[in-house]
Each structure stands twice: as C-alpha cells, then as structure tokens.
C-alpha cells in the first residue's frame, strides 16, 4: 500500500559529514547502541524535542565538511504517496474507516428524526 512517508536521514547525514556512530554516542552520552538504532530506522523515530535538539548539536559538533548548520529537516524526508481518490459517495478508497457504519448511523439518524416529526404533526 502507498502512502505518505516520513523518511529518516540520519545515516546519509552522518555518511555526509563523516560523523562515526560511536563519536555520536559519545558526544549525546547516549550508548552506542542507541545511536546504531536511531541511525538504521528507515521511518523517523519518536523523538521529544530534547533528543532532537541533542542529536543536532551533537551531529554539528563532530560534522566535517560542514557548509552550514545541520537541522531537523535535515534528518527527516517527506515521500508524498499517490492522492487517494475519491468516489461519487466521497469515500475514499483504501480507506479503513468503517464507511459503511457510518452511512448507516447516518441513515439511522435520520429515520429516527423524520419518525420523531410525523409522530409530532400527529
């Protein structure tokens, strides 16, 4: 299935930069392991902006060859997916909201209204 990703670039950025995965860790006092984990995550990890921040000024810190300062979007990737589509009944396709669920609490609803006026105007 197609969709809208978010990429994670930190192993080109620190391939870019010459920024070893072990200097990393030692630079955010972070183990090395958890540096290894963030660097081979093919879609962005959960970060809180402290990490984030953390890992910039840590990846500008040890960066060779810098030209400019290296920021979150830096690390981070947009790969847009196809535009879904849209049928008469505007469903859109793929979808996994439960469409029909709700046309039929719709439905439902409306029913209940228009028997709550006839039994009113009688």
């Not at 978010?6 to 183990?31: F, P, T």
């Not at 830096?74 to 469409?99: M, Q, S």
Request: proline share 4%; with cysteine; charged share 25%.
């Amino acid at each position: 299935m197609n969709q809208a990703l978010i990429k994670w670039r930190l192993k080109e950025v620190m391939a870019r930069h010459n920024v070893k995965a072990r200097d990393l860790a030692a630079e955010m006092g972070v183990s090395a392991n958890s540096v290894s984990n963030l660097r081979n995550a093919r879609t962005m990890p959960r970060l809180d902006g402290e990490i984030l921040n953390n890992l910039c000024e840590s990846l500008n810190r040890l960066a060779q060859d810098l030209e400019g300062e290296i920021t979150p979007s830096d690390l981070i990737g947009y790969v847009r997916g196809p535009n879904p589509v849209i049928d008469e009944n505007f469903e859109i396709k793929g979808a996994k909201a439960p469409t029909q669920q709700k046309k039929s609490r719709v439905a439902s609803s409306e029913t209940e209204k228009e028997n709550s006026l006839l039994s009113t105007a009688a």
